[in-house]
């Protein structure tokens, strides 16, 4: 049986909807996480570019494969503004940046090796690179990163307004 509370920089928690307990960062709490499910497993950075999308009417394809398959998949695709494709990527930390997960509170959990660390590292760089060519391509596509640091609703709604307000003002 799970204890619900906070301990060690975790909390355990109780989704109402699916009956279930989940497991997370208490900074993953402040800024919003869901349980899996109703989060379809996506992280908070990527639930709130969805909210995003679903306030503005924003059509979009979340989490699925590139036409290539060498290239993996995209966080949001299928998403046209003034007849160009747009793409997002969001790039969490300790996937993107951090390749010894030393600031990452999630370090506990991965369990990995100094070395198997900077493999995925080396990895999710090389997976970056071919998904930044695969978009630039595409006709009329442009791929959007958002970074780790863009980590709360405010930050990645307003950073979106921006790109989205330049493109339909052009």
Do not use: W
Request: proline share 2%.
């Amino acid at each position: 049986s799970i204890e619900l509370g906070i301990k060690y920089g975790f909390a355990a928690l109780f989704c109402q909807k699916h009956g279930r307990p989940f497991i997370c960062t208490t900074a993953e709490v402040r800024r919003g996480i869901l349980c899996n499910r109703c989060s379809g497993g996506c992280s908070s950075g990527e639930s709130h570019i969805i909210n995003y999308f679903e306030k503005k009417g924003i059509g979009y394809i979340f989490n699925e494969n590139c036409e290539d398959p060498r290239c993996g998949r995209l966080d949001f695709q299928g998403i046209k503004i003034r007849n160009i494709n747009i793409a997002i990527e969001y790039d969490g930390y300790p996937m993107h940046f951090d390749y010894t997960n030393q600031n990452s509170t999630k370090a506990i959990s991965f369990k990995l090796s100094k070395e198997k660390a900077v493999m995925n590292f080396i990895n999710r760089q090389i997976m970056d690179k071919k998904k930044n060519y695969y978009c630039m391509n595409q006709d009329n596509t442009i791929l959007i990163r958002i970074p780790y640091n863009y980590n709360t609703q405010n930050k990645i709604h307003n950073f979106l307004d921006n790109i989205f307000n330049n493109i339909e003002n052009q």
